[in-house]
């Protein structure tokens, strides 16, 4: 005999069986931030470079990854737009930041 679930239960079910898409969703979504990091253009570049930091004996290197990219800004004053080079760091000894 089937014991049936109460209406409590299938809530609790259904939320859980949520949370797992929403896992799944995130780390999907990580997987294609990670993708589009590693694709460089015109616009984006991505670089690693050993640095350091400290001083003495507290002195560390880590790999640091980077993504370079051209910002577009408009001046309201006058209209003119005009390109800033950012960066970002998305990744710190092997291990992404997102």
Do not use: P
């Amino acid at each position: 005999m089937e014991i049936k679930k109460t209406k409590r239960q299938k809530l609790a079910d259904k939320a859980k069986s949520n949370l797992q898409k929403i896992e799944k969703l995130t780390a999907d979504n990580r997987e294609l931030l990670i993708k589009s990091y590693l694709l460089c253009d015109k616009r984006q570049q991505y670089k690693e470079e050993i640095e350091v930091k400290g001083k003495g004996k507290k002195k560390r290197s880590d790999l640091i990854g980077r993504i370079h990219y051209m910002q577009l800004f408009e001046d309201k004053s006058n209209g003119d737009t005009f390109e800033v080079e950012r960066s970002e760091v998305v990744r710190i000894n092997g291990e992404w930041q997102c």
